[in-house]
């Protein structure tokens, strides 16, 4: 294959801190291997509109590592395979433009940098045979075939920060305090936030849980002389023979909104206890700031693999942490599929060995 000469780069679905430190540490590598990189804008949509993209140097990326968001922007409901308009030639949709618009900029090669959902769009692009190398991004630690993702460990010191400063408060006005968290349909974000926090409950999409078990082990606390309470739910969880709490219905580009269910559980509480409960939602706050030195240091070497793999003319793969490695694996073996918290995993044996409720 002829030698790589210029790249394109674009950060898709929800920002995530770190998505920075990917964007410049594919600048610097490609940089230092002679290789050009445009920054595409607004994930896809940069490669449907060529004037919304602009070259990147090294100079353009200095100072971002610690920056959170994203400096080409974003967008979490541009799939251009979903839109179908029609043309002179005929029905096509917006992928083809995408392809052509790909080879008019004179491009050999795309980094990817998203979700579930963007590298989904990033494998189908790679069948219609786009050279494609995955980066995965998403907070809530839930893309299958990676140990972890940048931005979730940003993601979870936050929310045990948030539960630290709770403590005080819920202590002070002897309340129970349920912090809902995001994660959609997987639990790490609470598994983990709730355990560093020090949660007496965490609620997880992956065990329904019981009102009157939660109940009962904020009655079992005030027993023992506790007189507060703190509950972490994740947006994904649900009651036993229940469903999601859904704040907006899925419709065309857009998938459906979680949020709400620990409102619901306060209430819930409040009148089954007898003691006052308030609910605090993170939403988010947890994909603000900058990414901690962790998520730096990922999210940098998942950048420079990237930048490796199209060196070797490697394609259709994401680049995953599989500890002490970053190693390649194919985008067909990672999309449509989640990575939520095993029920027989350490951390939820530890939860239960010091007794936090899970509300089974």
Known sequence: MPQIKRIG???????????????????????NAGIEVVGLEDSFDGLLDPTRSRILTPKDVTGILRLGGTILGTTNHGNPFEYPVDTPEGKVDYSDRVVDTFHKMGLQ??????????????????????????????????????????????????????????HTTAEAHKR????????????????QGGIAGGADVILLPEIPYDPEKVAAAIRRRKEIGAKFSIIVVAEG???????????????????????????LLAEQLDEMTGVEARCVVLGHLQRGGGPTAFDRVLATRFGGAAVQLIQRGVFGKMVANNPPDIVPIPLADVVGRTKTVPLDSDLIKTARAIGVSLGD
């Open 176 to 191: 129970i305090m349920v912090v809902e968290v995001m994660g959609r349909y997987a639990g790490w974000i609470a598994l």
């Open 237 to 263: 969880a649900k009651p036993v023979g229940g469903s999601f709490t859904v704040r907006e219905a899925a419709r065309a580009g857009y998938v459906e909104r979680l949020g709400g269910v620990g409102v």
């Open 109 to 166: 090669a795309l980094v990817v940098i998203g979700g579930d959902g963007s590298l989904s769009i990033a494998h189908q692009f790679y069948l219609k045979g786009i050279p494609v190398v995955g980066v995965p991004k998403t907070i809530d630690n839930d893309i299958v075939g990676t140990t972890s993702c940048f931005g979730f460990d940003t993601a979870v010191a936050f929310a045990a920060e948030a539960i630290d400063r709770l």
């Open 9 to 31: 780069v674009l950060t898709g679905g929800g920002d995530a801190p770190g998505l920075n430190a990917v964007i410049r540490a594919v600048v610097k590598s490609a940089f």
